[in-house]
């Protein structure tokens, strides 16, 4: 499932992979299925102990959703936005 703001319909649009850290458990399994390697684990600690995965600085997200449905946590959104 893609997220859309709202008022971005028919607009072009870039995409942006969000981790619920809170929910994360660290698994690493969508830094793994991610065909642009746009994920990565955070070397910070949740505050239960888990490093969390995080989009890369320079993620190139396509909205592809293959590590939203991976995820067994529910911790991964994907936003539509507006492109620069
Ligand atoms: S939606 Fe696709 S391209 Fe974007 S972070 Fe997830 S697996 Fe990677
Ligand atoms: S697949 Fe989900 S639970 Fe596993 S590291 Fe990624 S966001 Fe966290």
Do not use: H
Not at 12 to 20: H, N
Not at 31 to 59: F, I, Q
Request: net charge negative; proline share 6%.
């Amino acid at each position: 499932m893609v997220l859309r703001l709202k008022g971005n319909e028919g607009k072009p649009v870039a995409y942006q992979v969000r981790i619920l850290t809170e929910y994360c458990k660290g698994c690493e399994l969508c830094v793994a299925v991610c065909p642009k390697g746009a994920l990565e684990m955070s070397d910070e600690l949740t505050d239960l102990g888990v490093r969390p995965a995080c989009p890369k600085a320079d993620a190139e997200c396509t909205g592809c959703t293959l590590c939203y449905q991976v995820c067994p946590d529910a911790a991964i959104e994907i936003w539509e936005t507006a492109e620069a």
